[in-house]
T-cell receptor
């Protein structure tokens, strides 16, 4: 079955530091890959996505590249801000019968200190 | 102009009670989902409906029953609540094979 393995947290960085959160996946076929973010007390928001190999998703300074050869989708940001403090989830969307099903990683808590 | 809304946001109840959580989307999507997030933030799908038809039904106790009166609504009814049902429940919606958009969540606490 499909699975997503995410870098364990928590991660604590100083403002303006470089961020990498590792994500690798196991899937049959050609899944789409996503990063969702959950701010404290809120629901999940789509951060970025990539639908095929070598695609790069980007949003709000975050980037991730779909690497089929290493089955990875690592999240990066060059300079984090305090407002980026949240839980980040890597996910893949795979076919299950006639439906698309999201499989999530375990989430990585990021805290950015001023 | 909330896209995916859930009510209530918080739900505190006693063991053994029956409760419902409502979800509505105004995005015109044809597929809706329920997810459970446990205390360690792990997210797992429970159900998925497409055009009012159940298409994903994970291994969930049959005390949980989803109901979809129309394409824009997917409610979750839970009978005989147990302590282990305490979690945050998220509704989501999408067009088939497209990005899922999540509601704000309902935090259920069973005492």
């Amino acid at each position: 079955g499909n699975s997503v393995t995410q870098m364990e947290g928590p991660v604590t960085l100083s403002e303006e530091a470089f961020l990498t959160i590792n994500c690798t996946y196991t899937a049959t076929g050609y899944p789409s890959l996503f990063w969702y973010v959950q701010y404290p007390g809120e629901g999940l928001q789509l951060l970025l996505k990539a639908t095929k190999a070598d695609d790069k998703g980007s949003n709000k300074g975050f980037e991730a590249t779909y690497r089929k050869e290493t089955t990875s989708f690592h999240l990066e940001k060059g300079s984090v801000q305090v407002s980026d403090s949240a839980v980040y989830f890597c996910a893949l969307s795979g076919l299950r019968g006639s439906a698309r099903q999201l499989t999530f990683g375990s989430g990585t808590q990021l805290t950015v200190l001023p | 102009d909330t896209a995916v809304s859930q009510t209530p946001k918080y739900l505190v109840t006693q063991m053994g009670n029956d409760k419902s959580i409502k979800c509505e989307q105004n995005l015109g999507h044809d597929t809706m989902y329920w997810y459970k997030q446990d205390s360690k933030k792990f997210l797992k799908i429970m159900f998925s409906y497409n055009n009012k038809e159940l298409i994903i039904n994970e291994t969930v106790p049959n005390r949980f029953s989803p109901k979809s009166p129309d394409k824009a609504h997917l409610n979750l009814h839970i009978n005989s609540l147990e302590l282990g049902d305490s979690a945050v429940y998220f509704c989501a919606s999408s067009r088939v094979s497209d990005t899922q958009y999540f509601g704000p969540g309902t935090r259920l606490t069973v005492l």
